[in-house]
T-cell receptor, first 114, second 113 residues
């Protein structure tokens, strides 16, 4: 099935560094969601985006709905050890009709060195 | 706490067996989704129910089935289990039938020996 291209696949950074990750699609999306999954836990919704160009923050996290509607970005500023986990993007294609399933990326695994 | 509950948290069983995983959605949510996540894999959407009816199907095997009851809780039945079915199984819920803004439960870790 359709999947989003999420990159990078993994990141290993020093505490205090900023992090950027992105998600791209070949088709236009009308919704972008960013989730974080801690080891052994369920994904937790971080940020939801509903309009092209929308920029939304949640603490040190900022996500943007790309102008082309085919991509989205998540930035984490001043990373801390508890940012460790897998970050998933998910989106809903614009012209999905009745088949309005969420499409998921494969995740970006983030490791933070204290 | 997302408000979505799943039981059991862990399940160990043998090949060929059948198990049932249970999920209670957040209060007020009508849609329930089931996902499978194998080791180092992304989330694989299995199936969605909305207000008691099947709404969407993903990569769900014929050996697997689900249902949503009048009180909106859902069960995922896995039968003729194979070693490769070992995975985390997540339930998520949302307010309506549109698959967005889903809230996930803590998952059931299934180990098939």
């Amino acid at each position: 099935g359709q999947q989003l291209n999420q990159s990078p696949q993994s990141m290993f950074i020093q505490e205090g560094e900023d992090v950027s990750m992105n998600c791209t699609s070949s088709s236009i999306f009308n919704t972008w969601l960013w989730y974080k999954q801690d080891p052994g836990e369920g994904p937790v919704l971080l940020i939801a985006l509903y309009k092209a160009g929308e920029l939304t923050s949640n603490g040190r996290l900022t996500a943007q709905f790309g102008i082309t509607r085919k991509d989205s970005f998540l930035n984490i500023s001043a990373s801390i050890p508890s940012d460790v986990g897998i970050y998933f993007c998910a989106g809903q294609p614009l012209n999905a009709g009745n088949n309005r399933k969420l499409i998921w990326g494969l995740g970006t695994s983030l490791a933070v060195n204290p | 706490d997302s408000g979505v509950t799943q039981t059991p948290k862990h399940l160990i069983t043998a090949t060929g067996q059948r198990v049932t995983l249970r999920c209670s959605p957040r209060s007020g949510d009508l849609s329930v989704y089931w996902y499978q996540q194998s080791l180092d894999q992304g989330l694989q959407f299995l199936i969605q129910y909305y207000n008691g009816e099947e709404r969407a199907k993903g990569n769900i095997l014929e050996r697997f089935s689900a249902q949503q009851f009048p009180d909106l809780h859902s069960e995922l039945n896995l039968s003729s289990l194979e070693l490769g079915d070992s995975a985390l199984y997540f339930c998520a819920s949302s307010v309506d039938r549109v698959q967005e803004t889903q809230y996930f439960g803590p998952g059931t870790r299934l180990l098939v020996l």
